[in-house]
């Protein structure tokens, strides 16, 4: 989160959510590459040219307010825990030669929680005090409409609730997928257990 009301600093967090999305478009376009299922792999395809849209908008919104300061590295610094989850999921991903339908549940159920990840970033800057009070005095300088801003930070939003219920679809049509497994065991149905018993008498 930018730690004070510098636009500057507001310009160099946003350029940093834009690389982010950048580098979350390279793993999805990655993992697609390496998955078979065309349906599933188109899905993966979607959320990646949602990333991709997601970081040139934020690259425009970023540069509207002040030219970013700052190197890719020290973004890392900025996001934490979202930077890290990218970069772990993208090295991953790319050493792996292909991906099957027996590891994509799982792998879809780790990027659903880094897209939960990268929904909280947004949510908890759109909801910042400080944040609301540079978009007015930004807005004034630069002559930037506030409702667009916050409406562009919404519209990620939801399309990072959406890209959860595309990776739950991925999970279901796996699912549907697997070989059921038959059981075997035969029905038999006893009428009178009383029968077993021989008298002894």
């Known amino acids: 989160m930018p730690k004070n009301n510098e636009p500057k600093d ?3 967090y946003i350029n940093c959510l834009s690389i982010l999305e950048n580098n979350a478009s390279l793993l999805y376009t990655a993992l697609a590459d390496k998955i078979e299922d065309s349906l599933v792999k188109s899905l993966i395809l979607t959320i990646a040219s949602d990333s991709q849209k ?3 908008s934020l690259k425009g919104v970023g540069e509207s307010i002040a030219k970013p300061e700052g190197k890719p590295k020290d973004c890392e610094k900025k996001l934490g825990e979202a930077w890290r989850v990218v970069d772990t999921f993208y090295r991953e991903i790319v050493n792996k030669e292909k991906i099957t339908d027996s590891e994509l549940p799982q792998l879809a159920e780790k990027l659903a929680v880094l ?3 990268l929904g909280e970033e947004y949510y908890m800057f759109v909801q910042l005090k400080t944040l609301q009070l540079m978009m007015k005095e930004i807005s004034q300088i630069y002559n930037i409409n506030l409702g667009e801003l916050k409406g562009i930070f919404s519209s990620i939003i939801n399309d990072e609730e959406h890209h959860r219920e595309l990776l739950e ?5 796996l699912d549907k997928k697997k070989p059921k497994i038959r059981d075997n065991t035969p029905v038999v149905k006893y009428q009178n257990p ?3 018993i021989a008298s002894t008498y």
């Open 115 to 117: 897209e939960s990840i």
């Open 169 to 173: 679809t991925v999970k279901e049509i």
């Open 194 to 196: 009383d029968s077993w």
């Open 10 to 12: 507001l310009a160099s």
């Open 54 to 56: 997601h970081s040139i």
